[in-house]
T-cell receptor, first 114, second 109 residues
Framework: SQTIHQWPATLVQPVGSPLSLECTVE??????LYWYRQAAGRGLQLLFY??????ISSEVPQNLSASRPQDRQFILSSKKLLLSDSGFYLC?????????????FGEGSWLTVV | DAKTTQPNSMESNEEEPVHLPCNHS???????IHWYRQLPSQGPEYVIH???SNVNNRMASLAIAEDRKSSTLILHRATLRDAAVYYC??????????FGTGTSLTVIP
């Protein structure tokens, strides 16, 4: 069966510090991978999605970046965090391009920028 | 991305049915209607999806209007564990999932 792991689960970072969140998927090949952010009391915002190694689509211009160095690994990074980067970050995966596909989420990472 | 409109919040009494509405007047012929729900401090989980016909599964039922411009998620007997944010989204291409703010469901004991 497929599983998705995301870490770290929580972190507190000072403004201006770097960020690295990592996500891996097991039990599937060539998944579509996603990073979402949810600010407190807000909806889910799609940040990045990837349909293959090295292929990253950015949905929202910001100081975050994503990379996919391996088929089932997706990394969210920042060189200098802002206070507004605080939130709940979710990695997710799906397979294929059928509109009947479903998306599966990881456990999430709580980021507080102080 | 195709847009959906949902009420911000709804309340239901425990063990009563809940009807969560969603409007999607700009839906195209090939968009699938998906519903997900998000429990506190967790990622969203799949509930149900459909294209034209009504759908049933162990979690819920999905009623789709004949013109497909609206749909309703039906929870047949609400429990306290059903308290969550419910998202109605349209999927045209199966690798693009855009979530809005959803409907926050409160279940009253």
């Amino acid at each position: 069966s497929q599983t998705i792991h995301q870490w770290p689960a929580t972190l507190v970072q000072p403004v201006g510090s770097p960020l690295s969140l990592e996500c891996t998927v097991e039990g599937t090949s060539n998944p579509n991978l996603y990073w979402y952010r949810q600010a407190a009391g807000r909806g889910l915002q799609l940040l990045f999605y990837s349909v293959g190694i090295g292929q990253i689509s950015s949905e929202v211009p910001q100081n975050l970046s994503a990379s996919r160095p391996q088929d089932r690994q997706f990394i969210l990074s920042s060189k200098k965090l802002l206070l507004s980067d605080s939130g709940f970050y979710l990695c997710a995966w799906s397979v294929g391009t059928s509109s009947g596909n479903t998306i599966y989420f990881g456990e999430g990472s709580w980021l507080t920028v102080v | 991305d195709a847009k959906t409109t949902q009420p911000n919040s709804m309340e239901s009494n425990e063990e009563e049915p809940v009807h969560l509405p969603c409007n999607h007047s700009t839906i195209s012929g090939t968009d699938y209607i998906h519903w997900y729900r998000q429990l506190p401090s967790q990622g969203p989980e799949y509930v149900i999806h459909g294209l034209t016909s009504n759908v049933n599964n162990r979690m819920a039922s999905l009623a789709i209007a004949e013109d497909r411009k609206s749909s309703t998620l039906i929870l047949h007997r609400a429990t306290l564990r059903d308290a969550a944010v419910y998202y109605c989204i349209l999927i045209l291409c199966g690798n693009q999932f855009y979530f809005g703010t959803g409907t926050s469901l409160t279940v009253i004991p």
